[in-house]
């Protein structure tokens, strides 16, 4: 499975893939050209890279850890930090997509938040406002089945809890998601590196 295929795929059990199409929160369906690939540059710093997308963000994490990113415009995943060296869902991604002008980072959580708790024995575990480069964000943690690969095969895709931290702030008419998502057991093990990664984001 290449890495464009790899990152569509995780991208679909970080459950973050959803069109924004509802809650004033409606995504740009006009038909377009083959969209412009998205430029992203990697800068070793220290023990650190720091990641830097034209999608308007840096974000860093330590520079040992593997990483998925892409400059395919039509996927909504921009970059994937694995933290396990067992599995591929044990990670923090960034997504982005447009949104309508006067969605707020709140609308962009609950529509998302909708496409996901029908998934079974879905519980949000806890809620809280932020900010994130001056902007309201909102952060939320749920927990629920989901259909994800454990592998780096396609075949390994089943159905697994998953215990999940999504960050969403809105700018410039784009919706950002910052994600960790980890299986419950491996949760705590990797909250901290993951959060050091999410309070690294920063738009630009």
């Not at 969209?35 to 650190?48: D, F, H, L, M």
């Not at 890279?49 to 909504?76: E, L, M, R």
């Not at 998302?112 to 879905?122: M, Q």
């Not at 309201?136 to 809890?161: C, K, L, M, R, Y």
């Amino acid at each position: 499975m290449n890495n464009r295929n790899l990152i569509t795929a995780l991208a679909i059990a970080a459950l973050i893939t959803a069109a924004v199409t509802a809650a004033g929160c409606a995504t740009n369906t006009s038909p377009t050209a083959t969209p412009t690939p998205i430029a992203s540059t990697e800068t070793t710093i220290g023990n650190n890279t720091v990641f830097s997308s034209a999608a308007g963000f840096n974000i860093t994490y330590p520079k040992t850890y593997k990483i998925d990113s892409t400059t395919n415009a039509s996927v909504q995943v921009r970059i994937y930090v694995y933290l396990a060296t067992n599995n591929t869902v044990d990670a923090v991604n960034v997504a982005t997509e447009p949104v309508d002008p006067n969605a707020t980072s709140q609308d962009y959580a609950t529509y998302s938040l909708n496409k996901v708790n029908d998934y079974p024995d879905y519980k949000e575990l806890s809620n809280n406002t932020t900010q994130i480069s001056g902007k309201d964000a909102v952060t939320f943690v749920w927990q629920a089945i989901v259909p994800v690969q454990i592998g780096t095969a396609e075949s390994t895709i089943q159905n697994t809890t998953l215990k999940v931290m999504q960050t969403y702030v809105v700018n410039n008419n784009h919706g950002y998601i910052i994600t960790y998502k980890a299986l419950p057991s491996d949760y705590n093990t990797y909250l901290a590196p993951a959060q050091q990664i999410m309070n690294s984001f920063v738009l630009t």
